[in-house]
């Protein structure tokens, strides 16, 4: 069964260093997307991707961060800058949704990846 | 806005119990989707249900079961004769259709320990 997958599992930074989260969506999804949980927190959605571009960001989603499809598997999640408060699991997901259509008909499964726990010291 | 309530921080049952799990959601849309995943101590996120606004069915699925009632806007989970295994922590979750894509709102989650 595809699957969604993320690298690395564990990612240990400095602060103020950059790092790049990595994430390949299943293959012939078209909707990407990025959600955080901070440690005892809730999910929260950071991002969607579309089209190589992005479709809706959250206000946590700052200059700090920036998402890319750099090749026709890869999805990627850079945070410029880490602060301690970056510390997360990340998690990556995608979707095929039809961008033709809108409403219930248009639902696809959202799958979630494993995601990537970051630990900023 | 969409917004998703689970009152319940956290939960303890005895082994063999049935346990509810509440989850009140909000949304000014017509058509969405609510689900429950699961998140074992491991850290990844299971999926159990999904269901559309057009379906109150309740449903079963072994031990567990959702009553969804769009009138009081609540999505419960029950668990029958809980056990160890479902010890974790569950999020209830909502997603507007109205876009051609879903983002999902979670709920601050249930952490549920069920003691042998």
């Known amino acids: 069964e595809p699957e969604v997958t993320q690298t690395p599992s564990h990612q240990v930074t400095q602060m103020g260093q950059e790092v790049i989260l990595r994430c390949v969506p299943i293959s012939n999804h078209l909707y990407f997307y990025w959600y955080r949980q901070i440690l005892g927190q809730k999910v929260e959605f950071l991002v969607s991707?579309?089209?190589?571009?992005?479709?809706?960001k959250s206000e946590i989603f700052d200059d700090q961060f920036s998402v890319e499809r750099p090749d026709g598997s890869n999805f990627t999640l850079k945070i410029r800058s880490t602060k301690l408060e970056d510390s997360a699991m990340y998690f990556c997901?995608?979707?095929?949704?039809?961008?033709?259509?809108?409403?219930?008909?248009?639902?696809?499964?959202?799958?979630f990846g494993p995601g990537t726990r970051l630990t900023v010291l | 806005a969409q917004k998703v309530t689970q009152a319940q921080t956290e939960i303890s049952v005895v082994e063999k119990e049935d346990v509810t799990l509440d989850c009140v959601y909000e949304?000014?849309?017509?058509?969405?989707?609510l689900f429950w995943y699961k998140q074992p101590p491991s850290g990844e996120l299971v999926f159990l249900i999904r269901r559309n606004s057009f379906d109150e069915q309740n449903e079963i699925s072994g031990r567990y079961s959702w009553n969804f009632q769009k009138s009081t806007s609540s999505f419960n989970f029950t668990i029958t004769a809980s056990q160890v295994v479902d010890s974790a922590v569950y999020f209830c979750a909502l997603s507007e259709a109205a876009k051609g894509y879903q983002k999902v709102t979670f709920g601050t989650g249930t952490k549920l320990q069920v003691i042998p």
């Open positions: 949304t000014r849309d017509t058509t969405y989707y």
């Open positions: 997901a995608s979707s095929y949704n039809n961008p033709r259509l809108a409403g219930w008909s248009s639902y696809n499964e959202q799958f």
């Open positions: 991707f579309y089209n190589n571009e992005i479709s809706e």
